[in-house]
């Protein structure tokens, strides 16, 4: 791998433009369209160019995206809009060039089967839920169409390292916009209702929730990529410390420090989960294949536990409170456990109904919420959804056991796969424990039915 400043810093002031004309287009709705114009004509012209990179678009709204409705024009989001036009420019290249459409890699085939049980949970959510819900539960699943055009790349390695460069521009992007926003909210620059918030939760990039004196959650969906950086980047710096120049070794070092700050200001207990069990995971892959010694793990260890603690006390001098205490006390008692865990029941009992194929898309059940936002629209807390936190009972629920499993085997193919190229490319150790951290978050917090967590399913696999 290589760093490419020059794309670095395109995909960082790319989307700072686009996030500045979205945020003008909260006040002018001509900017919206403005916006969304530019970015689809960006993708198409890329797209025709080259397909690889109309991917790296479509990669990129993704990594800071969240929902993909940064621009919405006529009711298509900007992330359907470049889906289809990636798509479509693929299929067009594919047909005039006489090329199959079918890939050789035999991977193809466990995503074959798995779209057997999507199929099925289509066909079983439109007999018996509601259309409106089966759409809207499914259309995260078609984002898996697009592993025919990974597939179809003729330089795997290639795009995977320009990906990467596109992931530190993007994740440097969201890791200012998180610190920004906790130090203007938590200062009283910015306050819950006023410009920015609204832009901010109405084009669904995240969400801000105050906790108590100066402490405000910046949540971003798509902060889940600074957990899959994070190990990558740190990955890498370990394998080429020596090979590195010492404005590199600076540079990645500081990415890594204020990455971590913007997971601890998230106040995402999922994140924090998934991130000590893929840095456990990384640390023993590494001293599996004799890549670090104990004497230096043992002293990054340290380095980890200083930087953690200097993290926590920089946003308790910010906020006059401390984050990990905050999060950790009354785990009982926080309304957002017991909605969560409210869910078990009904989840349970209706995944034992029709265990082996679900209950299809869009099927709907209904919980005790002590969420505020769901209260103040039904006092009683009495919540009916079809999206649930729990990720692994959620696809249980729509595609069943057996769709599960198909998905699980996926993803243990991947991991294999995977495992066979670190002797020759060490740095896909970076890879696989994002996979890990990704499959650890998706038990509290549904990424793998989603297009944040699809899409690195399918940039893992093309190794």
């Keep these: 791998m290589f760093l490419d400043k020059k794309l670095i810093l395109t995909i960082f002031f790319g989307i700072l433009i686009a996030e500045a004309i979205s945020l003008f287009g909260h006040f002018w709705p001509a900017f919206n369209v403005v916006g969304f114009v530019l970015v689809v004509t960006l993708a198409a012209y890329l797209s025709w160019k080259k397909i690889e990179l109309g991917l790296l678009v479509a990669l990129a709204e ?24 990636v798509f479509l420019a693929w299929l067009f290249k594919m047909l005039i060039n006489k090329k199959k459409l079918w890939p050789k890699n035999n991977i193809i085939y466990f995503y074959l089967l798995l779209a057997v049980f999507v199929l099925l949970g289509l066909i079983i959510g439109l007999s018996k839920n509601l259309s409106g819900n089966v759409y809207l539960d499914i259309n995260a699943w078609a984002y898996f169409i697009l592993i025919l055009v990974f597939l179809s790349l003729d330089d795997v390695y290639a795009f995977l390292n320009q990906a ?96 971590s700050l913007a997971i601890i200001i998230s106040q995402s207990r999922s994140f924090w989960v998934g991130l000590v069990v893929a840095l456990l995971a990384l640390a023993i892959f590494l001293i599996w294949q004799k890549l670090i010694r104990f004497k230096i793990l043992l ?58 194929i679900g209950h299809g898309f869009g099927k709907q059940l209904t919980y005790e919420s002590q969420d505020p936002r769901v209260l103040e ?42 495992i066979k190229q670190i002797e020759k490319r060490p740095e896909v150790i970076g890879l696989l424990a994002g996979l890990i951290a990704l499959a650890v978050t998706n038990i509290f917090s549904p990424y793998l039915n989603h297009p944040l967590g699809i899409t690195y399913i399918l940039l893992i696999s093309l190794i």
Excluded: C
């Design 62 to 85: 993704i990594f800071v995206g969240s929902y993909g409705h940064l621009f919405v024009l006529g009711g298509m989001s900007i992330r359907m809009a470049i889906f289809i036009i």
């Design 164 to 259: 990467t460069n596109v992931l530190l521009g993007a994740a440097s992007f969201l890791i200012l916009q998180t610190l920004i926003l906790f130090f203007t909210f938590s200062s009283g620059l910015n306050y819950l209702g006023d410009n920015i918030y609204v832009w901010f939760r109405d084009a669904r990039i995240g969400e801000i929730t105050y906790i108590g004196d100066n402490l405000f959650r910046i949540f971003i969906q798509s902060q889940i990529y600074l957990l899959i950086a994070i190990l990558f980047f740190l990955t890498f710096l370990i394998l080429n410390w020596s090979k590195l120049s010492q404005k590199v070794k600076f540079g990645l070092v500081v990415f890594l420090y204020f990455a």
């Design 299 to 356: 002293l990054l260890i340290v380095i980890l536990g200083i930087a953690i603690y200097s993290q926590l006390i920089l946003l308790q001098l910010v906020s006059s409170s401390n984050i990990l205490a905050n999060r950790s006390n009354n785990l009982e008692k926080q309304s957002a456990n017991i909605s969560r865990i409210n869910q078990l029941q009904p989840l349970f009992s209706n995944i034992s109904t029709s265990p082996l």
């Design 377 to 418: 629209k039904y006092p009683d807390g009495l919540y009916t959804t079809f999206a649930f936190e729990w990720g692994y009972f959620d696809v249980a629920l729509k595609i069943g056991l057996l769709g599960l499993l198909v998905y699980l085997l996926l993803i243990g193919k991947i991991f294999s796969n995977t």
